[in-house]
């Protein structure tokens, strides 16, 4: 038994499960699911001796223990998107930090043979304003680092473009300019303003239906470019509209941690199920999520159930988790990091609970205490005493008797 902390100070008992769900207890499955493409956003470990202080530091991580959870990642057939927002870039993970895990995390994958993706961004530049060319050429260093690596493009949202721009035809301009010059198809990732209030208007306008005009004449221009777009906007009605707009070939990777499990089943068939109307593949989307860290064996576990066409069971299996989700990314959203570093420590994929930036105090004890719950709930710790003790000791830290 546990007490838990609410808002108002009271405690209340909890009793925790005694054993983790299936998938958690189970060996990892290995072979990646096949009905769609699914990437973990994967956060980072911070070296709990060096991480700074505050956000204006060098960040200082702790390479074993981050790359060991990349495996971890890989080990249930998911791929890894790195250096993204779940990584805290830009909250803490200063490029040159980011460079060196982009070089890390890409051998890694050769190593182990799992699929990686790194972010590509600005964020070398300082904060506010500059002009279209360094814009421009602060992408191409990023995106030079990302290739030499061996692993492909995500092209992040620019807070450096979004304070320069002028207009829609700017945003054509650079990402024009940038696709012409990659050398594989790239992800284009499209971040909302609620993870980076930074980004408001992105695309040239805060009219989100002028944005979307923008960004799918920009995905025209460039189709056998891009291999993908990931919407990070929570607004499932807007991703399934654009993703029925996207050019042929061109894939939906969902980014919204609110509507995952009906975006991804879409019409509920796995590629290529004989139907009498078959599933295209802007019918659905496939996914590239923050949550899908801490949920890595779950949603491993029910994506392979896509495989065999049972829409049924994959959304009996994901669906239990999106009150997890949409706890973890409240507003405000961009600290959702914080309660996926809270889960990794819990879950024994960690030793400690400091993060870069010293964003481990970004949510409140209730909060994590909340997370906690919903999280043993669902079965996601391997040892649920382990990660009930670290908690009574994290409450122990702040006064509370647990």
């Known amino acids: 038994m546990i007490r838990l ?3 108002n100070g009271a405690l209340r008992t909890y009793r925790p499960r005694a054993e983790p769900a299936a998938a958690v207890a189970g060996p990892p499955a290995g072979a990646a699911p096949a009905a769609r493409t699914v990437f973990a956003a994967a956060h980072v470990v911070a070296d ?3 991480a700074s202080a505050g956000p204006e530091s060098p960040a ?6 981050t790359l060991a959870f ?7 057939g998911l791929c890894v998107a790195e250096a993204m927002d779940t990584a805290q870039r830009g909250m803490g993970l200063d490029w040159s930090v980011a460079a060196e895990l982009t070089a890390r995390s890409a051998a890694e994958a050769r190593a182990v043979g799992g699929r990686i993706a790194c972010g590509v961004g600005t964020d070398q530049l300082p904060p506010g304003g500059t002009d279209m060319a360094r814009v421009r050429a602060a992408y191409e260093e990023q995106s030079e680092v990302v290739e030499k ?3 492909q493009v995500i092209i992040m949202a620019s807070r450096a473009l979004a304070a320069t721009a002028r207009g829609p035809e700017d945003y054509r301009d650079v990402y024009g300019h940038l696709l012409r010059q990659a050398a594989e198809p790239v992800i284009l990732h499209w971040l909302g303003p609620m993870f980076d209030p930074a980004l408001e208007g992105y695309w040239g306008s805060a009219d989100l239906d002028a944005a979307t005009g923008t960004f799918l004449e920009i995905i025209a221009e460039h189709p056998a470019k891009v291999d993908g777009v990931k919407v990070s906007l929570l607004d499932a009605d807007r991703e399934v509209d654009l993703r029925r707009r996207l050019p042929d070939g061109v894939r939906c990777y969902t980014g919204d941690d609110f509507n995952y499990p009906e975006l991804i089943a879409g019409h509920g068939h796995a590629i290529g199920e004989a139907d009498e109307h078959p599933v295209a593949e802007r019918d659905f989307s496939h996914a590239l999520l923050g949550i899908f860290d801490p949920l890595a064996p779950l949603a491993a576990e029910a994506v392979r159930l896509l495989d065999a066409g049972d829409t049924d069971g994959f959304r009996a299996a994901l669906d239990p988790t999106v009150a997890l989700s949409r706890h973890l990314f409240q507003a405000p959203t ?3 990091k914080t309660g996926v570093v809270l889960l990794a420590w819990l879950a024994g994929h960690q030793d400690h609970f400091v993060m870069v930036g010293g964003m481990q105090s970004a949510r409140s004890l209730p909060h994590l205490a909340r997370a906690y719950e919903l999280a043993d709930a669902l079965g996601l710790f391997p040892d649920p ?5 670290r908690m009574r000791r994290l409450f122990g830290v702040h006064g509370v008797e647990a």
């Open 149 to 151: 690596a061996g692993a």
């Open 334 to 336: 961009r600290f959702y």
């Open 385 to 389: 005493g382990l990660a009930q003790d």
């Open 5 to 7: 902390p609410d808002e």
């Open 60 to 65: 200082a991580l702790d390479w074993d223990a």
């Open 48 to 50: 709990r001796y060096r």
């Open 70 to 76: 990349r495996r971890h990642l890989w080990s249930h």
